[in-house]
T-cell receptor, first 120, second 112 residues
C-alpha cells in the first residue's frame, strides 16, 4: 500500500524558534497534500491544502505567515512553524492523494504517522 | 460539508462482530461516505468508503441505508488491534478538492 512518512516524529524546541516538518510520499506521487493539527483528546483539524508548484490554501483561522507550507515536488511537502510558542504544541499530521490513482486509491488519503511538537 | 453523527464510544469483546453506526441525514447525492480509523498516537488509516451500494474489503464492510441517511461500519471479528477512534466522514464529489472534515468519531474499546 501507499506509504507516507513524516520527519521528525518528535521535536522539542524553545519558544521563538522555527521548526520544519517534512512529509514524503514514498512509493507514489502526490498531487495534493494536506496538513492537519490535533490537540490532545480532540479530532483532526485541517490546516491547509497543498498542491505541487502552487501556493497552499489555508483554512479559515490558520495564519499562513506562521505556518509556512512548501510543496516543491510531487513527493515532498514541508510545514514550517515559525516563531513557535507553547500554544503551537500539538500533533501535526500530513496526508497525500495519489497523482495517478487506480481503483480504490482514487478516493483515498494516505496519512503520515504524525509529528509531535512540544514548544517549551 | 454535510455533517455526521456518531456515538462517542462503543465497547466490544474480542472476536465478536462490531457495528459502528453513523447518521448523515443531510447527505447530498454526490457525497461519498468514508471511514477512517486512528490508533493511539498514530495518523489515521483508511478503512473503507462507498457511495450507494454496500462495500466489502479485507478490513471491514460498509452497509449503506437505502435512503443514504445512515451507514454502518461492520468489523466482522474484532481484535485488540481494532481498538481505535473510528471516523465517519462525508467527502463531497466534484470540485471539493478531496478535503476531509473529521468529526469527533467513535472510540472503540475491545475487551479481551
Amino acid at each position: 500500500g501507499a506509504v507516507v512518512s513524516q520527519h521528525p516524529s518528535r521535536v522539542i524546541c524553545k519558544s521563538g524558534t522555527s521548526v520544519k516538518i517534512e512529509c514524503r510520499s514514498l512509493d507514489f506521487q502526490a498531487t495534493t497534500m494536506f496538513w492537519y493539527r490535533q490537540f490532545p483528546k480532540q479530532s483532526l483539524m485541517l490546516m491547509a491544502t497543498s498542491n505541487e508548484g502552487s501556493k497552499a490554501t489555508y483554512e479559515q483561522g490558520v495564519e499562513k505567515d506562521k505556518f509556512l507550507i512548501n510543496h516543491a515536488s510531487l513527493t515532498l511537502s514541508t510545514l514550517t512553524v515559525t516563531s513557535a510558542h507553547p500554544e503551537d504544541s500539538s500533533f501535526y499530521i500530513c496526508s497525500a492523494r495519489d497523482l495517478a490513482p487506480t481503483g480504490i486509491s482514487a478516493d483515498t488519503q494516505y496519512f503520515g504517522p504524525g509529528t509531535r511538537l512540544t514548544v517549551l | 460539508d454535510a455533517k455526521t453523527t456518531q456515538p462517542n464510544s462503543m465497547e466490544s469483546n474480542e472476536e465478536e462482530p462490531v457495528h459502528l453506526p453513523c447518521n448523515h441525514s443531510t447527505i447530498s447525492g454526490t457525497d461519498y461516505i468514508h471511514w477512517y480509523r486512528q490508533l493511539p498516537s498514530q495518523g489515521p488509516e483508511y478503512v473503507i468508503h462507498g457511495l450507494t451500494s454496500n462495500v466489502n474489503n479485507r478490513m471491514a464492510s460498509l452497509a449503506i441505508a437505502e435512503d443514504r441517511k445512515s451507514s454502518t461500519l461492520i468489523l466482522h471479528r474484532a481484535t485488540l488491534r481494532d481498538a481505535a477512534v473510528y471516523y465517519c466522514i462525508l467527502r463531497g464529489g466534484g470540485g471539493s478538492n478531496y478535503k476531509l472534515t473529521f468529526g469527533k468519531g467513535t472510540l472503540l474499546t475491545v475487551n479481551p
